[in-house]
C-alpha cells in the first residue's frame, strides 16, 4: 500500500502531467480552457508520472498505486489541507480535480440519474475504497469550492481561463465543478469514440481533419470546440497506447481502448466486442 507521504509526491506528479497536456497539446493556443479527459489520456498520464516517481525515488509503483493515492489523500483529505492547498499544493488540486471529471463520464446503472448528486457520489463509491466503507462524502467534499478556485488560480498564472462554475451554497455545488467540465453524456462519448475503428489506420489525422470528419455527428450539440479536441485527443492516445510494464487486469475501474494487431479497437480490461459497450445510449 502506498504510503500518504508517498501519495503526494505521486498526485504533484500526475498533476504536473495534466498542467502539461492541457497547457502544451490541447489549449496551447486557446485561452479558454476545461478539463477535457478520457479514460485512456487519464492512464497514460498516470503511467508516466508512476515512471518518473520510481526513477525518482527508487520505488517500484504502478498504475493501481495511482489510484490508492487518490484514496489515501482523501481518507487524510482534511490533515492534508491544513498544510495549505491554496499555497502549496496546485498540482495535486489539479489531479484530483481531473480525476473527478473522468468519473463525470462514467456509465451508471439505468436507474441513477448522473446528472444528481445522488449518481456522483455512487460513483465515487465505486471508485474510492474508503468512501465505500464510510461513505464520509462531508470529508470528500470539504474543501471543493476551494479546491476548483486552487486549480483556475493555476491556469490564470499560465494565463488561461478555467472555466467552471461560480461558488454557491445550493445542494447541488458538491458536483456541478467535474458535471460542468464534461461536454458529453457518457453514451454520447463512447458512442464517438466507436467510429474510431473506420478511419485508416495508416493515417495521420489533424484537428481540423476531426471537426470534419464529425462535423455532422456533432451537429446541434453544444461546445462543438471542446468535443472535438476532446475526440481528436482520445483518438491519439488509443492509436499511442502499449501495454506497460506495470499492468494488471484485475482493475475495473476504467476501460482502455487501443487498437491491436488486427486494427480493431480494442478494451482491454473487458475483452468483449466493444461495439456492445460503446453503442449505448
Given at each position: 500500500?502506498?504510503?500518504?507521504?508517498?501519495s503526494?509526491k505521486?498526485?504533484?506528479?500526475?498533476?504536473?502531467?495534466?498542467?502539461?497536456?492541457y497547457?502544451?497539446?490541447?489549449f496551447?493556443?486557446?485561452?479558454?480552457?476545461?478539463?477535457?479527459i478520457?479514460?485512456t489520456?487519464?492512464?497514460?498520464?498516470c503511467i508516466?508520472?508512476?515512471?518518473?516517481?520510481?526513477?525518482l525515488?527508487?520505488?517500484?509503483?504502478?498504475?493501481?498505486?495511482c489510484?490508492?493515492a487518490?484514496?489515501?489523500?482523501h481518507?487524510n483529505?482534511?490533515v492534508y489541507?491544513?498544510?495549505s492547498?491554496?499555497?502549496?499544493n496546485?498540482l495535486?488540486a489539479l489531479?484530483i480535480?481531473?480525476?473527478?471529471?473522468?468519473?463525470?463520464?462514467?456509465?451508471?446503472?439505468g436507474n441513477v440519474?448522473?446528472?444528481?448528486?445522488?449518481?456522483?457520489?455512487?460513483?465515487?463509491?465505486?471508485?474510492?475504497?474508503s468512501?465505500?466503507?464510510?461513505?464520509?462524502?462531508s470529508?470528500?467534499?470539504?474543501?471543493?469550492?476551494?479546491?476548483?478556485?486552487t486549480v483556475k488560480q493555476?491556469f490564470?498564472q499560465?494565463s488561461?481561463?478555467?472555466l467552471?462554475?461560480?461558488?454557491?451554497t445550493d445542494?447541488y455545488?458538491?458536483?456541478?465543478?467535474?458535471?460542468?467540465?464534461?461536454?458529453?453524456?457518457p453514451?454520447?462519448?463512447?458512442?464517438?469514440?466507436?467510429k474510431?475503428q473506420?478511419l485508416?489506420?495508416?493515417?495521420n489525422?489533424?484537428?481540423?481533419?476531426?471537426?470534419?470528419?464529425f462535423?455532422?455527428?456533432l451537429?446541434?450539440l453544444?461546445?462543438?470546440d471542446?468535443?472535438?479536441?476532446?475526440?481528436?485527443?482520445?483518438?491519439?492516445?488509443?492509436?499511442?497506447?502499449?501495454?506497460p510494464?506495470?499492468?494488471?487486469?484485475?482493475?475495473?475501474?476504467i476501460g482502455?481502448?487501443?487498437?491491436?494487431?488486427?486494427?480493431?479497437?480494442?478494451?482491454?480490461y473487458?475483452?468483449i466486442d466493444?461495439?456492445?459497450?460503446?453503442?449505448?445510449?
Amino acid at each position: 500500500m502506498i504510503s500518504l507521504e508517498d501519495s503526494k509526491k505521486l498526485l504533484k506528479l500526475i498533476g504536473d502531467e495534466f498542467i502539461d497536456l492541457y497547457l502544451n497539446e490541447l489549449f496551447k493556443f486557446k485561452q479558454n480552457v476545461i478539463l477535457l479527459i478520457d479514460d485512456t489520456t487519464f492512464y497514460l498520464r498516470c503511467i508516466n508520472a508512476v515512471n518518473k516517481m520510481n526513477s525518482l525515488y527508487s520505488t517500484n509503483y504502478s498504475y493501481e498505486d495511482c489510484l490508492d493515492a487518490y484514496d489515501n489523500i482523501h481518507t487524510n483529505f482534511i490533515v492534508y489541507e491544513n498544510e495549505s492547498l491554496q499555497k502549496n499544493n496546485q498540482l495535486t488540486a489539479l489531479a484530483i480535480a481531473v480525476y473527478q471529471v473522468l468519473l463525470a463520464y462514467k456509465e451508471l446503472p439505468g436507474n441513477v440519474n448522473p446528472e444528481s448528486e445522488n449518481g456522483y457520489y455512487s460513483q465515487l463509491k465505486d471508485n474510492y475504497p474508503s468512501l465505500r466503507v464510510n461513505g464520509n462524502f462531508s470529508n470528500y467534499f470539504h474543501y471543493q469550492s476551494e479546491m476548483w478556485e486552487t486549480v483556475k488560480q493555476l491556469f490564470l498564472q499560465n494565463s488561461k481561463n478555467l472555466l467552471i462554475p461560480e461558488k454557491t451554497t445550493d445542494g447541488y455545488r458538491n458536483v456541478k465543478y467535474p458535471h460542468s467540465q464534461r461536454v458529453l453524456t457518457p453514451g454520447q462519448f463512447r458512442l464517438l469514440c466507436s467510429k474510431f475503428q473506420k478511419l485508416p489506420s495508416n493515417k495521420n489525422y489533424s484537428i481540423l481533419d476531426f471537426a470534419t470528419l464529425f462535423s455532422n455527428d456533432l451537429q446541434g450539440l453544444p461546445q462543438k470546440d471542446f468535443i472535438t479536441t476532446l475526440l481528436y485527443n482520445a483518438y491519439k492516445s488509443v492509436k499511442s497506447y502499449e501495454k506497460p510494464k506495470y499492468y494488471s487486469t484485475n482493475d475495473e475501474s476504467i476501460g482502455i481502448l487501443y487498437f491491436d494487431e488486427d486494427g480493431n479497437l480494442t478494451d482491454e480490461y473487458t475483452d468483449i466486442d466493444i461495439s456492445e459497450i460503446y453503442n449505448k445510449p
